[in-house]
């Protein structure tokens, strides 16, 4: 079993405050290189830009087992210079504007400071302070000094802290699922193939993964991501029982989204994996969002796929937070789960 401690979250914390947004995941690309090298049989970068590492195991009848974790964040891209440091942008992924005004970012190569500027309240009419900020109508402005081309993309320039037992950073989604397949890289077992596939553009279409999927051709695959979890109060303060899922309940093992129904085979063995090993876990209870899974699962002539997140709060956003024993658990169901993987699992329906 992997050992969970310092090194961990140092290497989650530099991932996370690197900035790759969709298209552009040259950052989190160098580090996952670096981190897989010397543990890898084949390690290759496809036309898209995901790295497709494979480390074989020893003895027969081994399974091929792909696991998933894309590297982009959701973000913005440069698309005008209007001038005087101003520029116009289009988001890059799903982006509420709201969460947009007075944010400090990151832009291009350079990291040029900026920040998205929007009107000030003290000059808004009264229908302009209850009207929502149209995206369009917003710039980043990296002031006279600061300079910016159109194509460049830009990032939250918030910065990872652990906080007592929570994370709070940018791009836990899935910067998390990065670091997960990494250690689990490391530490693989002998009874399989591994087939780590970090791949690129899931936040805009899931595409880096239908290319790994098809590369790979594995017996099954597993998508690690990180869930949004929707465990706040309701604001009339009665019991939330639309939940999906819970901070601090472990993680999260999906049987269905927006886009997968997740292969109940998979579903059944992480959950027996996880009750015989005493881990902490939960169902993401059904419904929208999606991962890297949907891609994977119809690919070629079809792979047995299943999801697991790790749970946080406020995605998407400038600043997100989760559990680091959530995280811990996740590493520790996915080992032992791949450490009991035979070609039994998927040879029944």
């Not at 229908?127 to 917003?138: F, G, N």
């Not at 980043?140 to 081309?149: P, T």
């Not at 950073?169 to 970090?198: M, Q, W």
């Amino acid at each position: 079993m992997p050992t969970f401690g310092t090194s961990q979250l140092k290497l989650l914390e530099k991932l996370c405050n690197v900035i790759a947004v969709s298209g552009d995941e040259g950052e989190v690309r160098k580090i996952v290189l670096e981190e897989i090298k010397d543990h890898a049989d084949d390690v290759r970068v496809d036309a898209l830009g995901s790295v497709l590492a494979t480390r074989l195991g020893r003895g027969a009848k081994r399974v091929k087992v792909m696991l998933d974790a894309h590297m982009d964040e959701v973000g913005f891209m440069i698309v005008a210079d209007e001038g005087e440091g101003i520029y116009r942008f289009e988001s890059v992924g799903g982006i509420d504007a709201r969460h947009l005004v007075g944010k400090q970012v990151f832009v291009g190569k350079e990291r040029a400071a900026g920040v998205i500027g929007g009107k000030p309240i003290h000059l808004m009419d009264a229908s302009e302070r209850t009207r929502k900020v149209p995206v369009d109508s917003l710039r980043i402005d990296v002031g006279l000094a600061g300079k910016a081309k159109v194509g460049e993309r830009a990032g939250f320039a918030t910065k990872f802290r652990r906080v007592g037992p929570s994370i709070m950073s940018k791009a836990l989604d899935n910067r998390f699922g990065v670091a997960t397949v990494i250690e689990l890289f490391k530490h693989a077992p002998s009874n399989i193939d591994l087939c780590a596939a970090f791949t690129v553009q899931e936040e805009i279409g899931l595409r880096g993964a239908k290319v790994a999927a098809q590369f790979f051709n594995p017996d099954l695959a597993i998508a690690i991501d990180s869930t949004p979890a929707n465990d706040l109060p309701h604001f009339d303060e009665t019991e939330n029982a639309t939940y999906n899922t819970k901070l601090g309940f472990g993680p999260a093992i999906y049987i269905a989204d927006g886009s997968t129904l997740h292969d109940p085979r998979l579903v059944r063995f992480l959950q027996a994996v996880a009750a015989s090993a005493k881990i902490p876990h939960q169902l993401r209870q059904p419904g929208g969002g999606g991962t890297d899974s949907a891609a994977i699962q119809r690919a070629l002539a079809g792979i047995p796929t299943v999801s697991v997140s790790v749970p946080h709060r406020y995605t998407h956003s400038p600043v997100s937070i989760s559990r680091v024993d959530d995280w811990k658990n996740t590493l520790a169901l996915l080992h032992t789960a791949l450490k009991k993987i035979t070609m039994d699992l998927i040879g029944k329906r």
